[in-house]
């Protein structure tokens, strides 16, 4: 699907695998500085809510530990802190630049006594099997090629019974705001980026990924594909967004 005709990375249906792991470490490394303010500014907030939305589906019996799976500049591990006073969190990302962004958000959040951060690769993870009664993901499984190792790597290191969550954008199959949304995705974002970013090419690669993301239901298949059980999804401001949750099996 799609056009987000890229100034300066190729699409996603026509990159290898190896070159968009390049682009994404790239890109997530050149829009840090306005990330989270983007973020805000072209989801109307909307992206707080559903972090916090994400965070409220959480269920901790076990370790009562998280693990934030590309955590980017943490924000999703700040939401479940904030929301489970009794957890502690671990985030990771690849990205160097924002792993640094995240510790200070914390710092400054006064959460580095609970929330630890660390670089690490999503299809490698440095955790023992069960190691978190939750493993979430934020707006970072479709910047990864071999979704289904790092599903698998997430299921792994999460304990029986424990929730495997991912949030995610894709674009929306309903029929009144389809057209609308498609414009905002290849017109209108890139106009905003372009004002604010220093690499708003980023952003046509971004608009592009969200459109070749998978349907929401196969999206749950993929994940039952992977071994979860009992997986639910929700849908969040007119399918703009969808949290995904699947189980392991005990």
Not at 63 to 86: M, W
Not at 178 to 207: E, I, R, T, W
Request: net charge positive; with cysteine.
């Amino acid at each position: 699907m799609g056009k987000a005709s890229p100034e300066k990375y190729p699409q996603v249906r026509t990159i290898t695998d190896s070159e968009r792991i390049r682009v994404v470490q790239e890109i997530f490394s050149t829009i840090t500085g306005k990330y989270d303010f983007l973020n805000r500014f072209l989801s109307l907030r909307r992206d707080v809510y559903w972090r916090k939305f994400a965070a409220a589906k959480m269920i901790f019996f076990r370790t009562h530990r998280y693990l934030d799976v590309a955590c980017g500049t943490g924000d999703l591990s700040i939401a479940a802190a904030r929301r489970h006073p009794h957890i502690t969190v671990t985030g990771v990302d690849f990205v160097e630049a924002m792993v640094a962004a995240a510790k200070r958000k914390v710092l400054k959040e006064k959460l580095a006594d609970r929330i630890s951060l660390a670089q690490a690769d999503a299809l490698c993870l440095p955790f023992s099997d069960a190691s978190f009664d939750v493993t979430g993901i934020a707006f970072g499984i479709r910047n990864i090629p071999d979704r289904s190792r790092a599903l698998s790597e997430m299921l792994r290191v999460t304990v029986p019974g424990g929730q495997v969550m991912v949030l995610e954008m894709t674009f929306v199959r309903n029929r009144l705001f389809k057209g609308l949304y498609y414009l905002y995705l290849n017109h209108l974002l890139p106009v905003f980026a372009k004002a604010f970013s220093k690499n708003p090419a980023a952003y046509y690669y971004l608009a592009d990924s969200i459109m070749n993301f998978p349907d929401p239901d196969e999206f749950s298949k993929i994940l039952a594909g992977e071994g979860m059980v009992d997986v639910e999804k929700y849908p969040l401001t007119f399918g703009i967004a969808w949290l995904h949750i699947g189980k392991k099996a005990t």
